[in-house]
């Protein structure tokens, strides 16, 4: 196995896990946590297809990633704030409870 496959397999492995976090849970930051898990499998692909890619010297995997990761930050800052406020109306964050935006 050559680190390019470690790679992916630890990628898939980390989006896997994300991916069942976000699913299963029923706490909103959980669920967070879970979205934020399978960002940062992306950005490793980025990072290693970029690393082992035919031209590592143009810095496009790097630059993926770090847009990705700006990306994630304010997607958290916008979830948290989201949970914040219905943490506050609701006095819970169990996602099965917040049934009151429904029609």
Known sequence: MNSLTGYLLLS???FSIGLAGALTR???ILVLIGIELMLNAANLN???FWRYGPNPSALTG???AIFSISVAAAEAAVGLGIILAVYRHAKTTDLDQMNSMKG
Do not use: E, G, T
Request: glycine share 0%.
């Open 12 to 14: 898939a492995l980390l």
């Open 26 to 28: 029923r706490n909103a």
């Open 46 to 48: 980025f990072i290693a």
């Open 62 to 64: 790097i630059m993926f």
